[in-house]
């Protein structure tokens, strides 16, 4: 009988160290998040200065000129394209 006690008595004590562990993690990781979130930028003036609204154009690089067996292979390909699709 006191080998049964024993046996349920160690099962809660393991029991109760795992919530406590669970309890003592989800408390630390909560502490992590709000003490990010406060210590995140507050002020306007911590952020980098606006330099203008948002652009609508952008400047692409130039691609290499093509060689004359380069547009040939191209406007061959895309005749190839046209007959197949029909356009």
Not at 25 to 51: D, H, M, Q, R, Y
Request: proline residues 2%; positive net charge; contains cysteine.
């Amino acid at each position: 009988m006191r080998a049964i006690n024993m046996k349920k008595r160690n099962v809660y004590h393991a029991t109760r160290l795992n919530t406590n562990k669970r309890i003592k993690t989800s408390f630390l990781l909560l502490l992590l998040i709000t003490g990010t979130t406060f210590c995140a930028c507050s002020k306007s003036n911590e952020l980098v200065p606006k330099t203008g609204d948002n652009n609508s154009e952008y400047l692409l690089q130039k691609g290499p000129l093509l060689s004359n067996d380069d547009r040939e292979l191209i406007n061959k390909r895309l005749e190839e394209y046209n007959d197949a699709t029909g356009l």
